[in-house]
C-alpha cells in the first residue's frame, strides 16, 4: 500500500508527534511520518524523532526578521522531503496566509477545546472561569484564520468539580494523544475539506 509521506512541525516536547508516530508503525496506516521539522532547536521531540530513524530539521524562527521568510524556509524544507501532509503537533508559530494557501487541504492541527469555543491560548482556564461541564479538543484543517478551517474529529472530556488547569490540561492532552492519529487516518483517507460537508464530526473511543 502506497503511504503518504507526513511531516510534522514541532516547538516542544511534541507528545502528540509522538503519538503519531507510534500509530503509524502499524502496516495499515494511511501515512508514513517522515520528517519532524522544529523552528527551535532545543525542541526536545527532536531526539525523540531521531531514535525512531525519522528525519529531523530545524528552521530556527529567531533567524528570520519576516515571518514571509521563515516560512519560504519552511515550504522548502518540507518540499525538499517531499513532504506530501503537514501536521502540526505544538507548533507556536502563526503561518502566513501565503504558507497556508500552498497547502490548503494538505495540513491540520490540534487545538486543546471543542472549537468554535475557545480558540487561541488558555483554553483551559477560560474553560473553567466559564463553569463547563465539557472539554475537549479538535483536529482541524488550516486556514489562515488561527483555529478556524473545518473539523476533521473531536473528542470531549469531562470537566470535574475539583479540576485545576493542570489536571484538566493533563485529560485533555491523553485524549489529544488517540485523537489525533485518528483524524489523520482520516484525513488521508478522505475528501479534501472543500468538498466536505463542514460541521461533520467523528468522536473516536477513547
Known sequence: ????????????????????????????????????????????????????????????????????????E????????????????????????????????????IHPSLLPA??????????LADGVKIAGCTVHYVRAKMDTGPAIAQAAVPVLPDDSEQSLAARVLAAEHKLYPHALRLALGAAPAAQAAPGVLFNPPL
Do not use: Q
Open 1 to 72: 500500500m502506497s503511504r503518504a509521506r507526513v511531516g510534522v512541525l514541532i516547538s516542544g516536547r511534541g507528545s502528540n508527534m509522538a503519538a503519531l508516530v507510534e500509530a503509524a508503525k502499524a502496516p495499515d496506516y494511511p501515512g508514513e511520518i517522515a520528517l519532524v521539522l522544529a523552528n527551535v532547536p532545543e525542541a526536545g521531540g527532536l531526539a525523540f524523532a531521531a531514535a525512531n530513524n525519522i528525519a529531523v530539521e530545524t528552521v530556527d524562527h529567531r533567524r528570520f526578521t519576516e515571518r514571509a521568510n521563515f516560512d519560504a
Open 74 to 109: 519552511l515550504d522548502a524544507c518540507l518540499r525538499r522531503h517531499r513532504i506530501e501532509f503537514v501536521c502540526l503537533a505544538g507548533f507556536m508559530r502563526l503561518l502566513t496566509a501565503g504558507f497556508v494557501e500552498a497547502w490548503r487541504d494538505r495540513m491540520v492541527n
Open 118 to 127: 475557545y480558540p487561541g491560548l488558555d483554553t483551559h482556564k477560560r474553560a
